[in-house]
């Protein structure tokens, strides 16, 4: 039996927040189906942020509870804080995750409080899931942003990455998503953080989010596999970023990570020519936005043999 | 001290030939000198193919005579066969690469021969070099195209990979190129196949050729380089395949490749800001090809330090 590789698609929840466009739900919905129906089983479908101040993921409880209905998705969705958790509890999503950044400066940025503090509330939501989640509790991950660099601080602290790391894992989280968010990071420094936090908080499962902004995407997926991870963010087309600026690509594009896994003989469960319906239906709900991708491009080659059919 | 790469340009060649529009040579040498400038210092300056089929390349001899007043820089060139390799001695190039082609398809295809003509061609060419060279005889490697699929073929055996090199080696080969002309490779048989080749002719050394036409170019990179491989071929701005067609991009693109191995600690002796100048030049003399490359978009990021600054 092949080796496996899970691959999860963010672009509905990282994607789609940094579009001003709004997509319709039912346009959200169809995207949904059409990459369940292409075999992806894990999907960030939206943010439990307060709807006023992200407009395009004011239908988070409406796209859930569409992907609940799908049998065999892991539906997660991303929650700010204690009260975003309780809205995922009360839906019953499979997987809430948590973000905080491990620099003090992005984090201040982000969400006015320090890294410390934000490792405290994502304590204070396990805590909150253990208690109300009862025997069907979510999953609780966290996120560290900023893990390979930041915007505002340039280097960040490999070490300190590892603290943080151990910390959230002594907070109870389920996993861990090591991400390097504004796209600073290089194979390198990837082996090596990977290395290092999946030895310390083993058997806690270490995933990985990365951006393409400075085209080494894929080369830091390879790396981090190489190290260890079984488990990738994506998204379709590489929505994310800043989606009008040519330049400024956003997560790394899920068919290209597909194409190099499948490549590489590894499963990943998903058809890439099925996959292509679903960014037909994004590229006509979204005609502005750039969609990404080599494989869209230039197409599968004719040596290419996915793994569920050479089994 | 930090270990190093060579990655040598051969967008003067390999990114020249695809493009109809002439390139006058004076512009060609100050590209040259650009890049010298920015610490480049192997450059496959030209092909000596007949002028008549290549009208792009037909100063060959003018390029080259250039490229040998620059102190250091390592001038290498195609040859496509013995007449191209007396044009190499007469001007004193310092490398010249010959091309043969593993799938037997694509080498018909290409110069109406077998492999194994072109291997006995290969042969040839050593010996004139050995005979006529002198003590300062140019190195000559051979390049063998489509190691990693082919558009004809499909699916290349590894093993008659295996064997070619092997061929050429003994027939003496100063130096072999893995060439992925058609972007069909993937990081696992890039992997096997620099490892096992390596192990099979060292010490002659083995040098990557890639293309990313399926995105996986600097991932197939640092496979080959986790597998042994020193020495890269790139193109400044990604010159090269089908430049008018946004989705064929050509070889892998310099200023990334740099840009990976600098950040990764990995020393290359080219400085990213100074080849922003040779990327203007080409820029302004072919304004209707696309040039590509993450960080001339994105720029570098705040985390970046190269490795002769941090010595």
Redesign the interface.
């Known amino acids: 039996m092949a080796e496996s590789v899970q691959i999860r698609e963010v672009g509905m929840r990282d994607g789609l927040q940094s579009i001003a466009e709004i997509m319709p739900t039912e346009t959200k919905l169809a995207w949904l189906d059409a990459e369940y129906a292409a075999g992806v089983r894990e999907i960030e479908v939206s943010s439990f942020v307060p709807p006023k101040l992200l407009p395009q993921l004011a239908d988070a409880e409406a796209v859930v509870k569409h992907a609940l209905t799908l049998p065999g998705l892991t539906v997660s969705a991303l929650i700010p804080n204690s009260r975003g958790a309780e809205r995922g509890l009360a839906l019953g999503v499979h997987e809430m995750n948590f973000v905080l950044s491990v620099s003090e400066g992005h984090n201040l940025s982000n969400v006015r409080r320090s890294t410390e503090e934000s490792v405290a509330d994502f304590r204070r939501v396990v805590e909150l899931c253990r208690e109300q989640g009862g025997a069907n509790r979510p999953r609780v991950n966290c996120g560290l942003a900023t893990s390979?660099?930041?915007?505002i601080?340039?280097?960040?602290d490999e070490d300190r990455v590892r603290r943080i790391a151990n910390e959230v894992a002594a907070a109870g989280a389920d996993g861990i998503i090591l991400a390097d968010t504004?796209?600073?990071g290089?194979?390198?420094?990837i082996g090596r953080v990977f290395r290092r936090v999946i030895a310390d908080i083993a058997p806690v499962p270490v995933a990985a989010h990365f951006h393409?902004?400075?085209?080494?995407g894929?080369?830091n997926?390879?790396?981090a596999f190489?190290a260890g991870c079984k488990a990738f963010d994506a998204s379709l087309g590489g929505l994310g970023g800043c989606p009008y600026a040519?330049?400024?690509?956003g997560n790394i594009?899920l068919e290209?990570t597909v194409?190099?896994f499948e490549?590489?003989?590894l499963e990943t469960g998903i058809d890439l020519e099925k996959l292509a319906a679903a960014r037909e239906i994004v590229h006509r709900a979204l005609p502005e936005v750039m969609l990404y991708?080599?494989?869209a491009?230039?197409g599968l080659?004719?040596?290419f043999h996915p793994v569920a059919q050479a089994a």
């Open positions: 390979f660099g930041c915007t601080e340039g280097d960040v504004v796209g600073y290089n194979p390198a420094a393409d902004t400075r085209g080494l894929l080369a997926v390879l790396a190489a040519p330049g400024a690509t594009v290209d194409f190099m490549s590489m003989g991708g080599a494989i491009k230039a080659p004719r040596n």
